[in-house]
Structures are given as structure tokens and as C-alpha cells.
């Protein structure tokens, strides 16, 4: 009677946001530690997907630049690589958690994913090219592109030239150890590990050394807090993700037995490394430290746990905080901003046990 | 740089709800009139899925008969047949939404689909194994089975007889033109147009006839309104599904341009058919009609738009109800109950026209 079939291994889905563009949440109710599948990473899109071909691609690096350089395909992929594990996620993921709630993709906790990504140091390129010394930031395009605002745009961000000067900051052409997917970047995708998502810009096309601050629609009209309803005053640009975590079982609104339960999640943050992670059955009165499994490691989540055995027929009100290594915990309540970015307050379910 | 390829042919995925049992939403925001996909179709169990082979199933009818009758796969399908074309919802299905929150699975709008079934229908197999005179109600048995409460037992549920020998009550061996696959009930699977899903018993194994009002925990306990939240008084089984609508289009908070958009959606209602869909852009102050695709069938959902030009860049709350034939309407607010079966308040988004 009982599942003896792999047909009967039940396996997650992405759950659809929107299909024009292209937006799916990651089933991260049910990862574990490690790299998210492909198939289940998340897809967040501005535009239709652009499709593209290796046999004619190339990378322009251009601007001020000693040597504007052009890279075949095949060239880059033999240069000096580096492999990054880490968590890449969406700026608006969580939105939905949001009161008063905001206007834009109503994301619940799945706009997030880890990966393997491989490529070449985005510092390395930039060395090659030489960059001036008036230089200000480097920007990257995409090859996608669309109407936003009544006008056709591609979608164009930068770095400030310190961050973009990283080791860890790579131009991929290697996702989980296969090239690159047409829809997560193929062939090249900048990624910029630590920095919420929209900073690691597929379907690269241009990498342009510039002297001047870079402003463009995705720069600062999207991709900024603003924390005031009805005004743009103190605007701070998006960059690093913050510290923060999923409940990932229980379910919220679960029904349990009594008995004993694991209460279990993921943990990340952009900056340092996650050193605790707290869980707290009673509404937040009294906390408790969770379990990390295996090493905290810089970029990529961790997996906690915490066993505990509820002996009470009655509503449990579960959350969970993690703290970092640069002294950020997550706060009791998000910092709202109107576009509904970074969002990190304490998780939070609620069970019933009967 | 457009899509050209059918694999940019964006795709929807079912939403993962839990693995243990196996609950996934349909994505019915990006579904039309017909069919929905077998592979998108929602799966909601309370246990793990059963294993079966034709080669050695048959269907018993036993209890209150004359002449208790075993049926082979292989005969059951040469007899008569009857083909419906019928909405399947859970009766869970957008519990999501009730406010106070109530405990259990928190489906979404996604806990609903159209399917065709093909089967021989329920009186026939009665009529041949002859009900007694003094028979109350058919209980069905599926062949999963689980613990609930402490106990092992099996999906169990009855009808009353009136309702067992309508003409579209079918034994259905046929889904979308298929053999029904081994997540949605093969090689039985009970079809109850109109009613909630609970009734459409998967996996069967056994009908019984049977003298007096059946008691399980799938009858009395769950799938029962409790309309008071500290006590069981006032209990209604659930049964027929209410009259209901989705707004598929735009999506919740989503950012549209000035100009003209199309409101699109569906309605649906288990008893007669939906003879009309109100659209209000002004938060319920003024409604307008909107356009039904198709002539209303029973039992099936019927498609819906509504056009409007977006002329202020402002909020509008949207608001969007379905009547019925036999005069339901979906009210404003919906009929609160412990478990949070039924919901089917007025349908309601918010959008930002910029």
C-alpha cells in the first residue's frame, strides 16, 4: 500500500507569480543545505527571455577602459576561473509579509536560491581592459530588454568599482556544473555574491567602465527604500542582503499531534556569517538557540533545528531570529519602504497541537 | 531577441503546498475555459499515495444489496459509460483567506480544476446488486489509508442515497481522456459533480450500502462547518460548492500602465449555473457586467472579462462577484467556520495604475 515507486517520491514545483515575465518562486519549504536544483531555482524577469547563441556571442568591456576589449565565447571560458557556492536573492522577496502591504510581485519566501557558479573574476577582466583612474563604477547590460514607463529599455545596473574589484565577484558561464541555462543567464551572468539579486545581472552583454554616478530605472527608480509613504526623502540604494531565515517545517496554520516535533529552516545573510539562529515557541517571551548543521559558511545558507516536544493540546505562536557575524539579527518588525524591499523581520508561524 | 523557441513558451507549475501527504495547487491564474492539464491538475491527500495494479483490482458493493457483486478492472470499463465534464474544488480552497485565521492546509485560490471524467454511472452498479428498501446512505472506501488522530485508518465518506443515484454521480475510469493517473485516483475514482472534492472518493475500493447515518472521522469530524469558534453546536455537513470566482488577471498589487486593460477570470458554482459576474473598480461602490466566454454549463466554470481604460495614475480596488441560477450570490464577506471549508467571499485585488 505504501509508496515502494519512484513515481511515488512526491517533489515540489516552482509556484508561478506571473508568466509574462517569467517570475516562479523556489519550493524553499523543502530544500535542504546545498545547491537548489536548477529546475526549482527561482526565475524573477523583467522582460521576455532573449535567446541567445555561443557561436557569435562576445563580451564587450568598454568605457574607461586603457583597451576596450571584445571576448569571444570560447576565450573566456578558458581563462582563470573561480567557484562560488551562495544563496542569490530576490529584493522583494518576502514582499508579501509586508503591512501596510506594497504594490509589485506579491513574493512569499521563495524568491531565493543557492547555487554553484563558476567563472571568471570580474577584477581579472577589468585588469586586462586596465581600468582609469577617474573611474567612478562599472556598469553591466543584459541582453534583455522591454517597455517600462513608455519606454524600450534593457535592463542595465552598477557596481561602485570597490565592490565590483572583489574576488568573489565572477562572470559565470557554469551553473551547477553545467553551463549556464537560457533562463537563468546563458551564456554569462554576473554574480555578486551577498548582494541581493538584481545585482547579478544575466544574459551579460557589456561591461561599460564609467566616471560618472550610473543612474538608470533599475538603479534608482527600482532598487531603492524608500521608507516614506508619500515621499522619496532619504532614498538608500539596494545592495546587501539581509540577515534572515524560513521556518521551513512546521507549516504555518499546521495541525500537529502531540508529541515531539522538529522545527526546522534555513538561515542566511550577505555580509559575514550566520553564528545563531534562536527559536521561540511562546510568542517570542523566552528563546531558545537552535542547532546549525554543518560549518557556517560566507554566502550560502545554513539548515537549524530544533527539537522540542509540545505536551499541551493548544495554539503554539513559533519565531525564529538568526544573528550574524557583523552583529545584525533580524528585527521583530521589517523596515517597511514602498517598493517592498529586504524584507527580514523575525519568521513567524503559528500551530495548533490536538 | 524575442521568444521564438518553444522552451521561452513560459510554463505554470502546480504550488507546493506540503510533500507528506501531497498538496499542490493548480496555477489556475493562468488557466481558461476546458480542461485543466492533468499534470496541473490539484492534488490534495490525507495520506501517502496507494500503490495499485488493474491486474488483480476489482470493486466490491456490498452492505443493505440483494446480491453483493464484485466487479473486475477489466469489466467494470465495458460497461455503460457516461462522460462529465465537471469543476473539482476542494472544500479548502481558499482558506488562505478567512480572517480570523483558522488551522489546516492554506490553500490559496489553487485548490480547484476542471476535469473529464469517463465512468459507468453509480445507479447502474446499485441497480445491479439491488438496494434494500431500508437503505440510508452509500458509503465509499478509498484504498489510502493513514493515522489520523492516533488511529490507522482509511479514507472513508457516504452520500445519501438521493444523491448517490443522480445520473451524474459516476464511477470514473477515464480522466481527461486517459486511464485516471495513480495521484488522482486510479484505477476508481468516485465523481460527485457539484459537491466540494471530499465526496469524489479516490482510490476505491469499496461501496457499501448501508441502513443508518455512516460516522468517520472524514464525515463527522472534518468536512463539517462549525460556525462557532469555541464550540461544535449549529454543525452542517459540507456538501455542494458555493458559487465563486477568481480574478486571474491583473494579479494582486500588481503595477499596471495607464490605458486599457482587460479584468479576466473565472466563476463557477456547484448547483445550476453562473448566469452573471459583476465587476466593481471602485471598491463595491458601482458594478458593472462583465462578459461570460461561452454558454454557462453545469458543473463547469465559465470564463469572464471585463475592459476598462485606467485613465488616473491612482489605487482602484477591484471587486468581482458571480450569481447563480438559483439566486446565490457571492457575499461580501465570507461565512467564517473552525475549520475553513467553503470560502467564497466577494473576490478582491488592489492595483497601482503609475
Request: hydrophobic share 35%; proline share 7%; glycine share 8%.
Amino acid at each position: 500500500m505504501y509508496p515502494r515507486d519512484p513515481f511515488f517520491k512526491n517533489k515540489p514545483y516552482l509556484t508561478t507569480r506571473s508568466l509574462q515575465p517569467d517570475n516562479q518562486e523556489t519550493p524553499i519549504h523543502f530544500l535542504e543545505n546545498g545547491e537548489t536544483p536548477t529546475g526549482l531555482t527561482y526565475r524573477r524577469n523583467h522582460f521576455p527571455f532573449p535567446t541567445l547563441s555561443t557561436k557569435s556571442y562576445y563580451l564587450t568591456i568598454t568605457g574607461s577602459v586603457k583597451t576596450p576589449i571584445t571576448i569571444q565565447y570560447n576565450q573566456i571560458t578558458t581563462m582563470p576561473s573561480r567557484t562560488v557556492t551562495a544563496v542569490v536573492e530576490c529584493s522583494g522577496n518576502k514582499r508579501a509579509h509586508f503591512r501596510p502591504k506594497v504594490f509589485g510581485e506579491q513574493w512569499k519566501d521563495g524568491a531565493i536560491s543557492q547555487g554553484t557558479w563558476k567563472g571568471v573574476p570580474l577584477f581579472h577582466l577589468l585588469q586586462i581592459a586596465g581600468v582609469q583612474d577617474s573611474v567612478h563604477e562599472v556598469v553591466f547590460e543584459g541582453n534583455d530588454s522591454g517597455i517600462k514607463k513608455g519606454q524600450h529599455v534593457p535592463f542595465v545596473r552598477s557596481l561602485p568599482l570597490k565592490k565590483a574589484m572583489e574576488h568573489d565577484v565572477i562572470v559565470a558561464w557554469e551553473h551547477n556544473h553545467k553551463q549556464i541555462s537560457p533562463k537563468h543567464g546563458f551564456p554569462f551572468r554576473l554574480i555578486v555574491p551577498g548582494w541581493y539579486g538584481m545585482a547579478s545581472v544575466k544574459w551579460l552583454k557589456t561591461i561599460r567602465v564609467v566616471d560618472h554616478p550610473f543612474s538608470g530605472p533599475f538603479q534608482t527608480d527600482d532598487y531603492v527604500y524608500y521608507p516614506h509613504k508619500n515621499n522619496n526623502e532619504e532614498a538608500v540604494p539596494v545592495t546587501v542582503s539581509h540577515v534572515n531565515s524560513i521556518i521551513q517545517q512546521p507549516l504555518d496554520r499546521q495541525i500537529l499531534q502531540l508529541g515531539q516535533h522538529e522545527i526546522k529552516g534555513l538561515a542566511w545573510t550577505g555580509e559575514g556569517v550566520v553564528i545563531s539562529v534562536e527559536v521561540s515557541v511562546d510568542d517570542g517571551e523566552t528563546w531558545k538557540t537552535a542547532t546549525l548543521h554543518g560549518q557556517p559558511r560566507q554566502f550560502q545558507w545554513i539548515k537549524w533545528s530544533y527539537s522540542i516536544v509540545f505536551e499541551k493540546n493548544r495554539e503554539y505562536s513559533i519565531k525564529v531570529r538568526a544573528y550574524d557575524s557583523n552583529g545584525h539579527l533580524q528585527p521583530d518588525t521589517a523596515f517597511w519602504n514602498q517598493k517592498g524591499y529586504g524584507y527580514n523581520a523575525v519568521s513567524q508561524i503559528k500551530i495548533k497541537v490536538e
